[in-house]
C-alpha cells in the first residue's frame, strides 16, 4: 500500500513565523509534490521535485521554499509566515510517467495568526 | 499551458438520485483524465482514469466519460449513496514539463438521506 505521511497535522503560527512542513513517502516514487487546498481554489500546486537535490516551481510559489532532501523527504518552509498563507497543505508523490496515481498525505492545516 | 474547468461548486442530492458533473479542459499535449475524490478528513485519492484510448472508465459504481471533439469529460452516477457525499476533482494529466497535474476546482456533492 502507497503511504504518504505528513507532519505536522495541525500548526498554528504568527505573522512573520518559520514553518517547515514535513512529507515523506514509502512508495519508491520519484516526484514530490506540495499543493494547497483553499475553498473556491481547489488544490494549487506550490513546488514540485522529480528526485533528491532537484526542486521546481510550481503555479503558486510565493512565499515559499522547498527542498528535497532524499528520495523519500521532502519539507515545505514558510520563512516569514504570512495569514495569506492559512491553508490546507498537502504532500503527494508519483511515479514519473503522466498516466500514473498520485498518492496524497492526509493534509497539514496551518493557521497564521 | 493546461487548464481545466469545473464549472458547478456544490450539487445537493437525495438517495438514489443521478450524479452528473462535468470538466472541460484545455491541453497541446496527449491527456489522460482523472476523477479524484475527497472524503472528509482526507487527502484526495483517484477515483477513476480515462485515456484517449479507451474514452470511458468504471469503478465504484461511477463512471466516467471523455470527449475528444468537444474536449470534455464528465462523472456520473445512476444512484447515488450518502456514503458518496465528498468532494469530486477532475484532473488534468499530460507529459509537458514536470509531468503536472492539473486540478478543478472540485465539486462538492451533499447527498442527504
Known amino acids: 500500500e502507497a503511504a504518504v505521511t505528513q507532519s505536522p497535522r495541525n500548526k498554528v503560527t504568527v505573522t512573520g513565523g518559520n514553518v517547515t512542513l514535513s512529507c515523506r513517502q514509502t512508495?519508491?516514487?520519484?516526484?514530490m509534490y506540495w499543493y494547497r487546498q483553499d475553498t473556491g481554489h481547489g488544490l494549487r500546486l506550490i513546488h514540485y521535485?522529480?528526485?533528491?537535490?532537484?526542486?521546481q516551481i510550481g503555479d503558486v510559489p510565493d512565499g515559499y521554499k522547498a527542498t528535497r532532501t532524499t528520495q523519500e523527504d521532502f519539507f515545505l518552509l514558510l520563512e516569514l509566515a504570512s495569514p495569506s498563507q492559512t491553508s490546507l497543505y498537502f504532500c503527494?508523490?508519483?511515479?514519473?510517467?503522466?498516466?500514473?496515481?498520485?498518492?496524497f498525505g492526509e493534509g497539514s492545516r496551518l493557521i497564521v495568526v | 499551458g493546461d487548464s481545466v474547468t469545473q464549472m458547478q461548486g456544490q450539487v445537493t442530492l437525495s438517495e438514489d438520485d443521478f450524479l452528473f458533473i462535468n470538466c472541460t479542459y484545455s491541453t497541446t499535449w496527449y491527456p489522460t483524465l482523472f476523477w479524484y475524490v475527497q472524503y472528509p478528513g482526507e487527502g484526495p485519492q483517484l477515483l477513476l482514469k480515462v485515456t484517449t484510448a479507451n474514452n470511458k472508465g468504471i469503478s465504484r459504481g461511477f463512471e466516467a466519460t471523455y470527449d475528444k471533439g468537444t474536449t470534455s469529460f464528465h462523472l456520473q452516477k445512476a444512484s447515488v449513496q450518502e456514503s458518496d457525499s465528498a468532494v469530486y476533482y477532475c484532473v488534468l494529466g499530460t507529459n509537458s514539463a514536470g509531468n503536472k497535474l492539473t486540478f478543478g476546482i472540485g465539486t462538492r456533492v451533499l447527498v442527504r438521506p
Open positions: 503527494a508523490s508519483r511515479t514519473g510517467f503522466s498516466g500514473n496515481t498520485l498518492y
Open positions: 512508495n519508491s516514487h520519484n516526484y
Open positions: 521535485s522529480y528526485g533528491a537535490g532537484n526542486l
